[in-house]
């Protein structure tokens, strides 16, 4: 399994608080990502890395913000938590290359962070 | 924009049936995923699927790409209880950035 871990994996909090969560990887792979799994949604993107400092936007950005500031590091913040940011957060890694070697550029997942917003 | 269609959304099957998972997307790619989801867990790899024409099998399940249909299929073939699960489709945008756009998932339910 791709070392990929999560910071919580449960959270409770309030309305109008900041949440940050943590995603640790140890591949030392180039791009990391955060996306929110709700029903009916699947997967939606909320921002991605491509380097250190390096981030930008998903589909589902607003009222998020992310920052790396090391390769094996990517933060999600939740400045002012609201009941709609209530989800399921995956952080994932992959190193995508242009060559055709199988497998090179799938994704892996982290095990997830429960994310309650009240 | 880069969208992903699955269908169906939801399958119930009984175990020995095959059955096959769809997936369209609407903008050029050349790189299509299958990820599986088990209830309450993390996802995980399945296939890579880069190329025009492209099949992978793994088990009791087969992958193929058609890019010029803009089109994937998950089939599976005798299935067994073990199968039930979440399967969803990701395709790798070529814009020159680096996301991936994911389907909303078939949630499949196989019975004894």
């Known amino acids: 399994d791709a070392g990929i871990t999560q910071s919580p994996r449960h959270k409770v909090t309030e309305t109008g608080t900041p949440v940050t969560l943590r995603c640790h990887q140890t591949?030392?792979?180039?791009?990391m990502y955060w996306y929110r799994q709700d029903p009916g949604h699947g997967l939606r993107l909320i921002h991605y890395s491509y380097g250190v400092k390096d981030t930008d936007k998903g589909e589902v950005s607003d009222g998020y913000s992310v920052s790396r500031s090391k390769t094996e590091d990517f933060l999600l913040t939740l400045e002012s938590a609201t009941s709609s940011q209530t989800s399921v957060y995956f952080c994932?890694?992959?190193?995508?290359?242009?060559?055709?070697?199988?497998?090179?550029?799938?994704?892996?997942f982290g095990p997830g962070t429960r994310l309650t917003v009240l | 924009e880069l969208k992903v269609e699955q269908n169906p959304l939801f399958l119930s099957m009984q175990e020995g049936k095959n059955y096959t998972i769809y997936c369209n997307y609407s903008?050029?790619?050349?790189?299509l995923y299958w990820y599986r989801q088990d209830p309450g867990k993390s996802l995980e790899s399945l296939f890579v699927l880069l190329s025009n024409g492209a099949v992978k099998q793994e088990g009791r399940l087969m992958a193929s790409l058609d890019t010029k249909a803009r089109l994937s299929t998950l089939h599976i073939t005798a299935a067994v209880h073990d199968l039930s699960a979440t399967y969803f489709c990701a395709v790798a945008s070529t814009s020159g950035t680096y996301k991936y756009i994911f389907g909303t998932g078939t949630r499949l339910k196989v019975l004894a």
């Open positions: 994932a890694i992959s190193e995508r290359s242009d060559s055709l070697a199988p497998n090179t550029d799938t994704q892996y």
């Open positions: 903008t050029t790619s050349d790189r």
């Open positions: 591949e030392n792979h180039r791009y």
